[in-house]
């Protein structure tokens, strides 16, 4: 199953088990169940602390770790393309291996009541659901009255069909809905534990002033904080969550020096380097109001507060929405946002994509070879993607392109979408369209609707900053994708993170002698 790369890699990472772990095997006929049982025969063979053993289980085919304490996790399904790095992790966390949550989390999860199994349905090619599976795998590792299932949707449809599953990661417990698409294990704790976010609260509002607060943890916020922590400032992070629109990016190949990564890596990365400084990271965070009395003060949707010298403003851009009837009622539902995670549950189907963009285009293209058909509906007369993108779409004999086409209403039957309603902008004339799924890809808005008021902002609600990133207020910088930068891509908007640190540097150092004590 595993070639000899991967195996001599799985080696060494087997090598960290501190205890025996068990891998039970359901396996059925075809060749899925041929594959698992081929892939726990590799990781048995690669370490004398992995115990094989087959069993007839609720869903085949799949493979559960458990061990001496009782803990158990299973992939329904086999765990590779994203899910392989679950599954290794897994198995290192089963066997001992330390889990990288903070200390007080951990203790949180052990001492939680109750039981809860969960239930999470993912697609492979999915970049948001390995968070959200690995979230939850941490928390069966550690407390055994908590179990998790990876169940793969395209390999059972069925069981998507049935709990009418149409957006990826979608999480189940104890057999009733939870949540969809992006969920922390701290995220977790608060809808399961009560007082977790007011604890959460408490210890926020017990900080000590920040030399520099970041606003926002993409790309730009992790430039900013390094190159303040690299000046000597004490540093802060607080983000909803940290890579921010990077993390649901598939392939990215214009970061320089870099020739090809993935969006999910290069989080990875960004939050690594950020944790070789002294930055706190304050994750699962959101921010909702900015005000100033001396210093500023950031109020969080928790009701925390932080208080920082300088803040540097990085809450990125989030996909726009079409703002047509139907369009929430059905999101989750059929609309969709994110091609790559949700495609593959709209396999044989016909959909549509919204926007004849880059993104559009290339989302077109990419559930082509997953979908019966594709419909792209383009509001201007012509495609704004590239031609060569435009050249391949039309080569491929699945795919429908329509310009001057302003969608109207998303239709379902009020579990699903059916099709949508759309107007032909050149003869005024409404048409229907059938179809199982729409994906929007119209471009991006900034995250900045909590600043409207407080420093200046364009008319399409991006934050206005000078060549130093400094905003109408100083001692406020802004940086990345929520600012009027023209152009939006990921090295840009690390640049814009350190030249806004940078700003705030010598904004700081300017200062009156209090202030210059603070940073010293």
């Not at 329904?76 to 899910?83: D, Q, V, Y």
Request: overall charge negative; glycine content about 10%.
């Amino acid at each position: 199953m595993l070639d000899t790369n991967v195996k001599n890699q799985l080696k060494s990472y087997m090598q960290h088990l501190k205890h025996p772990v068990e891998l039970v095997v359901s396996a059925g006929e075809g060749e899925k169940s041929a594959q698992i049982n081929s892939l726990a025969q590799d990781i048995v063979d690669v370490s004398d602390k992995v115990q094989l053993t087959h069993s007839v289980g609720e869903r085949a085919p799949s493979l559960t770790i458990t061990n001496a304490q009782g803990t158990q996790i299973t992939f329904a399904g086999l765990p590779m393309g994203h899910e392989f790095t679950s599954l290794v992790l897994a198995l290192l966390h089963s066997g001992g291996h330390d889990i990288k949550l903070d200390a007080d989390v951990i203790e949180q999860i052990k001492a939680i009541p109750g039981k809860f199994a969960f239930e999470t349905y993912v697609s492979l090619s999915c970049q948001t659901c390995p968070e959200v599976v690995q979230a939850l795998n941490m928390m069966a590792a550690i407390n055994p009255n908590i179990t998790n299932v990876m169940i793969d949707g395209a390999l059972f449809q069925e069981e998507v069909e049935q709990r009418n599953i149409l957006s990826v990661p979608s999480v189940f417990l104890n057999g009733e809905p939870f949540s969809v698409g992006s969920i922390s294990v701290v995220e977790i704790l608060n809808k399961i534990d009560s007082n977790a976010g007011a604890r959460q609260a408490q210890l926020l509002n017990e900080k000590a002033p920040f030399d520099v607060l970041v606003v926002g943890g993409g790309p730009a916020g992790a430039a900013a904080a390094i190159y303040a922590a690299r000046k000597g400032l004490t540093t802060g992070v607080v983000a909803d969550k940290f890579g921010g629109q990077v993390a649901e990016t598939v392939g990215i190949e214009n970061f320089i020096s870099v020739s090809k990564t993935e969006g999910p890596k290069l989080v990875a990365n960004l939050e690594s380097h950020v944790r070789d400084y002294d930055v706190d990271i304050m994750d699962n965070q959101r921010g909702i109001s900015l005000s100033q009395d001396g210093g500023f003060n950031v109020e969080l949707e928790s009701g925390a507060h932080l208080q920082s010298q300088s803040i540097i403003l990085a809450t990125g851009a989030r996909w726009r929405e079409m703002n047509v009837p139907g369009e929430q009622a059905y999101r989750g539902k059929g609309v969709a946002y994110c091609p790559h995670c949700d495609g593959p549950l709209f396999k044989g189907k016909r959909v549509a994509v919204i926007g004849g963009g880059n993104s559009g285009i290339e989302a077109a293209i990419d559930l082509a070879n997953i979908v019966e058909h594709v419909t792209v509906l383009e509001f201007d007369s012509k495609l704004r993607a590239d031609e060569v993108l435009q050249a391949k779409a039309q080569s491929m004999g699945n795919i429908t392109i329509i310009k001057q086409a302003m969608t109207t209403e998303v239709l379902g039957d009020g579990n699903r979408v059916t099709g949508l309603q759309y107007t032909d902008r050149a003869t005024n004339e409404s048409h229907y369209v059938e179809l199982a799924g729409i994906f929007v890809q119209i471009g991006l808005i900034p995250n900045t609707e909590w600043l409207k008021g407080v420093v200046d902002l364009t008319e399409r609600g991006e934050v206005i900053v000078d060549a130093k990133g400094q905003t109408s207020i100083p001692g406020v910088y802004a940086a990345g994708d929520m600012t009027n930068s023209p152009f939006k891509q990921i090295i840009i908007a690390m640049g814009s993170g350190a030249t806004a640190s940078l700003g705030a540097f010598d904004y700081l150092i300017r200062q009156t002698e209090p202030q210059q004590a603070a940073i010293a």
